[in-house]
């Protein structure tokens, strides 16, 4: 098992869905977790952190964690055009401490 | 209030040639990681630098790359003997600690001719 694995894509979701994105993780004690937004010929920009159980929501954005079942999730709501992008799952791994980037979904949304 | 900085934003070299490639940390922050990616790839880690310190290489090649974060001055990754295979952006992070949140600089692209 990968070690931070996600879903390529694309991802096409219509303007003004839902849009939903995952992100599996193979160390168990992992304990924060990052979502971070790429534009092509960009830099990686963060959206959203979170560390405990549950959701944590910020605006459009919403982070679910279950460390009991190795996920985390990031939901977008009223999707724009402009949340086209590949979306960076990001664990800091517990057993060697050390952060690893998922290789990211990319995400469409459809106008 | 500036973030990380990277410069240049773009390299051009010829095989053979050596690049390198600067980095400045957010203020504040005195942890630097440094990260290669490939068109359509995802995040490649190379190494993690405090000042002074290489905490971690792990994911650096072992010939002709090297890195630095000196006392004073930017953390430098540095290419020798660059080849074709080396082009790739290459991305700068700082965080105030090992697990706090890594905030990106905007790339350095690498283009090897």
């Known amino acids: 098992q990968k070690e931070v694995e996600q879903n390529s894509g694309p991802l096409s979701v219509p303007e003004g869905a839902i849009a939903s994105l995952n992100c599996t993780y193979s160390?168990?004690?992992?304990?924060?977790f990052f979502w971070y937004r790429q534009y092509s010929g960009k830099s990686p920009e963060l959206i959203m952190s979170i560390y405990s159980n549950g959701d944590k929501e910020d605006g459009r954005f919403t982070a679910q964690l279950n460390k009991a079942s190795q996920y985390v999730s990031l939901l977008i709501r009223d999707s724009q055009p402009s949340d086209s992008a590949t979306y960076l799952c990001a664990v800091n791994m517990n057993r060697d401490d050390k952060i690893i980037f998922g290789k990211g979904t990319r995400l469409h949304i459809l106008p | 209030n500036a973030g990380v900085m990277q410069n240049p934003r773009h390299l051009v070299r010829r095989r053979g040639q050596e690049a390198r490639l600067r980095c400045s940390p957010m203020k504040g922050h005195s942890h630097v990681y440094w990260y290669r990616q490939l068109p359509e790839e995802g995040l490649k880690f190379m190494v993690y630098l405090q000042k002074e310190n290489i905490i971690d290489e792990s994911g650096m090649p072992k010939e002709r790359f090297s890195a630095e974060f000196p006392k004073e001055g930017p953390s430098i990754l540095r290419i020798q003997q660059v080849v074709r295979g080396d082009s790739a952006a290459y991305f700068c992070?700082?965080?105030?600690?090992?697990?706090?949140?890594?905030?990106f600089g905007p790339g350095t692209r690498l283009l090897v001719l």
């Open positions: 992070a700082s965080s105030g600690s090992r697990h706090e949140t890594q905030y």
């Open positions: 160390d168990r004690g992992s304990q924060s």
